[in-house]
Nanobody, 117 residues
Framework: QVQLLESGGGLVQTGDSLTLSCAASGRTFWFMGWFRQAPGKEREFVAKIPWSATTTYYADSVKGRFTISRDRAKNTVYLQMNSLKPTDTAVYYC????????????WGQGTQVTVSS
């Protein structure tokens, strides 16, 4: 069974840092990524990283503050979030994109990140 299990969310203050983890089981993925959904808003892309981990992609809103990384041996992806802002408050979802697929189609259950002002 393919599963993505996120952890690391919580309540922090503006300017704090937080690291999210996502452990994949059942298969490996061509791309792994993070998305988020704030209350009343649509889910949005945050960051993604390929299996090779040779490059990374970020939404403009998090570029320079967030870092995505991947441990292939552990089949785990991380999202290091620095200089957090209240606008970063959302449920963060880990996602997997299989080789040959055109989009992310395997999702974790989500982890809440709340940044207080």
């Amino acid at each position: 069974q393919v599963q993505l299990l996120e952890s690391g969310g919580g309540l922090v203050q503006t300017g704090d840092s937080l690291t999210l983890s996502c452990a994949a089981s059942g298969r490996t993925f061509w791309f792994m990524g993070w998305f988020r959904q704030a209350p009343g808003k649509e889910r949005e892309f945050v960051a993604k990283i390929p299996w090779s981990a040779t490059t990374t992609y970020y939404a403009d809103s998090v570029k320079g503050r967030f870092t995505i990384s991947r441990d292939r041996a552990k089949n785990t992806v991380y999202l290091q979030m620095n200089s957090l802002k209240p606008t970063d408050t959302a449920v963060y979802y880990c996602a997997g994109q299989r080789n040959g697929d055109t989009q992310f189609n395997i999702w974790g259950q989500g982890t809440q990140v709340t940044v207080s002002s």
